[in-house]
């Protein structure tokens, strides 16, 4: 830490955990900070990776109930 209270950050943690984002979150604790890289998450990346073994359906009421006995 230099005396404006900057830290210094090592270059290869940052090529290998930063990026070209340049952006992190520092998440104060009680008695230490924790720097975590922010990462643009794909919310579309498991889509169409759940099966629930039906192919439609016809009444969401009795889904729901075969769901819950099933207890998936």
């Known amino acids: 830490m230099d ?3 900057r830290l210094i950050l090592p270059a290869d943690w940052r090529e290998a955990e930063i990026g070209e984002s340049q952006e992190l979150y520092v ?11 922010k990462r643009r998450v794909d919310l579309t990346e498991n889509f169409d990776k ?7 359906i ?15």
């Open 3 to 5: 005396s404006q209270g």
């Open 27 to 37: 998440i104060k604790r009680k008695g230490y900070l924790k720097i975590v890289p």
């Open 50 to 56: 759940v099966d629930l073994g039906v192919e439609n």
């Open 58 to 72: 016809g009444s969401w009421k009795q889904f729901e109930k075969k769901f819950h006995e099933v207890g998936v």
